[in-house]
C-alpha cells in the first residue's frame, strides 16, 4: 500500500468482520473519524470558526454521534435530514438546513422546530418571510465559481440551480425588509471535491464582501468540498496552508466589521470518506478473453459513485499474496448492467473465489447513496470503536426480509405466501 492509502483497519480485523458478519459489509474506524475531527478543530484557534458535518456524506446514527461528540453541529438538507438530527437528541440551534426547492411542509416544520433556514430561492425567501414576519434566515447565494471532482457535483457556477443570484442579492433584502426578516447569515457551497483551493479562497472572498449588505449578520457559512485523495498519486487537501490564508483573510474582516460574526464550514467526505472500508467477497474469476474479470457480492447499488462519476476507489485483496503473483482485473459488481464495475485494470495479487476485497475511502457517500436496486438487500454497516471492538451499527437483512419488506410497502405482504394480492 502507498502512504496515502493505510489501511484504516488491519485485514485480520476485516477477516475476522467478514467471518462474522458476511459480506457486503461497510467498517468504519471511530478513531480515523475522531483524528479526523480533532484535526479540524484545532485549524482556527484564534477565530469564531465553527464545524458543520454534512449529514448526506454518511448519515449512519452511530457515526453522527461520535461527530457530534467531536463537537460538531450539522449541516442538513433535507427535511428528513434535519428530523434525523433532532431525534438523535441534537439541540435545533446546531442545525444548519440548505433547503433545495423545499416543500411549504418541509418550510414549516423545520421553521416550527427553531432550525435556522438557509433560503436559496427569491420564491422561497418570499413566502418564507410572508409566514414568519420578524423571523431570522440565512441566504444560499450563487458565487459563480465552479469547483468538484465531477460536471455533477460543481455547484457554484453560472448556471447552477442553487443559490441566489450574486444581482438579486438586493432583492433578497427587499423581501425581507418588507416583512421585517433579519437576514443573519450568508452562505454558498461551490461543490464536492474541491481541486483548486484557490477557488475556496475567492468563494471566501466574495462571501465576505456580499456579507457588507447584511446589517443584521452575525454569521458566514462557506460551504464544503474538502477533498481527499483517492489515488495513490494524488496529494492530500492541504488543510493547514489553506487555514493559514483564510485565517489571515478573516481576522482581517473581523477587525473591520466591529461586531461578532461567526465562520461555519460545513465538510462531508473529508470528515468520514477515509475512514470507511466496502468488505466484499470474490465469487466468481471470470476469464472474457480481453479482460479478466473479478465477480463480487457487491454492485453500484451499493457504492454508486464509480458507476455515476467514474470515479476512482483503491480495491485490496485482503486474502491474497501478492508473492504468488499479481493479474490485471476488472473488479465487476453483481448488478444486472454491464456498467457495474468498481474498478478497472486493477493491477492485484492474483485471486480466487472465496478472496475478500477491501474498497477504500468509502466513508463518504457510499451507504447513503446505497439503493435496493436489483431488489438486493442492502450491506450490514460495522464500527471499529475506538476501544478496539466492533459491532455492527446496522444489520443486513436476509433476501428474504427485504423481498417481504418491500412487499409489505407496496401493500402486497399476504400472510398467506401462496395468495396473490391483486
Ligand atoms: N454543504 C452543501 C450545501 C452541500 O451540498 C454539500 C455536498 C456539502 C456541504 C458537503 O460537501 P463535501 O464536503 O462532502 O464535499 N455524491 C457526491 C458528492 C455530492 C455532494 C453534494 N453536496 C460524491 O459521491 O462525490
Partial sequence: MQPNHPLPVDPDRLHAIAGKWGTPTYVYAEDT?????????KLFPDLPVFWLYAVKANDNPHILDIIADEGFGFDTVSYEEVLLCLKLGTSPDKIFYTENNMTDAEMHGAASKGIVLNIGSLGRLKSYCESYPGSKCCIRIKPDISDGHHAKVDTGNLDSKFGIRMDRISDALDIACEHQVSIHGIHAH????????????????????????????????FGGGMPIPYRNDESSFDFNHFAGLASNRLNTFLKKCNRPVSFFFEPGRWVVGPAGI????VNTVKDQGRKLFLGTDTGFNHLLRPALYDAYHEVVNISADSEDGTQTYHVAGNICESGDILGFDRKLPKSSSGDYLAILDVGAYGMTMASHYNRRALPAEVLVTSDGFH??????????ETVDDFLNETGK????KNARTV
Avoid at 459491532?391 to 428474504?400: E, F, L, S, V
Avoid at 405482504?413 to 398467506?416: A, E, G, P, V
Fill in 278 to 281: 466496502l468488505l466484499a467477497q
Fill in 33 to 41: 473519524i475522531r483524528e479526523r475531527c480533532l484535526t479540524l478543530q
Fill in 190 to 221: 461551490i461543490g464536492s471535491g474541491i481541486r483548486e483551493p484557490e477557488n475556496l479562497l475567492a468563494e471566501i472572498e466574495i462571501l465576505l464582501n456580499a456579507s457588507r449588505q447584511l446589517d443584521d449578520l452575525t454569521f458566514i457559512n
Fill in 413 to 416: 405482504l399476504s400472510t398467506d
Fill in 391 to 400: 459491532k455492527t451499527i446496522r444489520k443486513r437483512k436476509t433476501a428474504d
